[in-house]
Antibody
Framework: QEQLVESGGGVVQPGRSLRLSCAAS????????THWVRQAPGKGPEWVAV????????SYADSVKGRFTISRDNFKNTLDLQMNSLRIEDTAVYYC??????????????WGRGTLVTVSS | SALTQPASVSGSPGQSITISCTGT?????????VSWYQQFSGKAPKLIIY???ERPSGVSNRFSGSKSGNTASLTISGLQAEDEADYFC??????????FGGGTKLTVL
């Protein structure tokens, strides 16, 4: 069945880096725009970044711009999020979420289960 | 800043409730790229409305979306105990910007 599985979360010190991955299966990954969404403990979700179906377009929330990089490998069916200069406020569960199609429309019809990132000294 | 939702709403089984999501002319008011999500504790959100008014296949027709001006709304009719959850709206805000609402906790009395 269609599935997204995140990995790479963990505990990291402020200022350090972490790379998250999301493995897609059960559908044609290259046909969908894909996003990262995070949710801090007890808070609502926050959109983080999006990448177009072909990887040519990336957009970022102001809170992560210049620190995070989203990328994808349509041959390996994977989505990545490189997170640099991590801050305590980046602590959250990070979800990868698939848009409804090629277009970036913000309708996340498939989500992973999330991976927890904790930034702490 | 985040879209504005009521922190909580409640209703009795069988009733209808509406959750509002208020933005500005730069986001909700300018685009029909509004979606709604249902989230249970410890779980990933689930898409229940996209394109402001469209319902994904498999989502109950008790859920409906609408939009007027800068405000989008989610209506749940024939309220059921299983609808008790958190609900979030989400909208394109132009440029590189996408915004979630602060979330609404629905209690079924």
């Amino acid at each position: 069945q269609e599935q997204l599985v995140e990995s790479g979360g963990g505990v990291v010190q402020p200022g350090r880096s972490l790379r998250l991955s999301c493995a897609a299966s059960g559908f044609i990954f290259s046909s969908y725009a894909t996003h990262w969404v995070r949710q801090a403990p007890g808070k609502g979700p926050e959109w983080v970044a999006v990448i177009s179906y072909d990887g040519n377009i990336q957009s970022y929330a102001d809170s992560v711009k210049g620190r995070f990089t989203i990328s994808r490998d349509n041959f390996k069916n994977t989505l990545d999020l490189q997170m640099n200069s991590l801050r305590i406020e980046d602590t959250a569960v990070y979800y990868c979420a698939r848009d409804r199609g090629i277009a970036i429309e913000g309708g996340f019809e498939l989500w992973g289960r999330g991976t927890l990132v904790t930034v702490s000294s | 800043s985040a879209l504005t939702q009521p922190a909580s709403v409640s209703g009795s089984p069988g009733q209808s409730i509406t959750i509002s999501c208020t933005g500005t002319s730069s986001d909700v008011g300018s685009y029909n790229l509004v979606s709604w999500y249902q989230q249970f504790s410890g779980k990933a959100p689930k898409l229940i409305i996209y394109g402001a008014i469209e319902r994904p296949s498999g989502v109950s027709n008790r859920f409906s979306g609408s939009k007027s001006g800068n405000t989008a709304s989610l209506t749940i009719s024939g309220l059921q105990a299983e609808d008790e959850a958190d609900y979030f709206c989400f909208s394109y805000a132009g440029g590189d910007s996408w915004l979630f609402g602060g979330g609404t906790k629905l209690t079924v009395l």
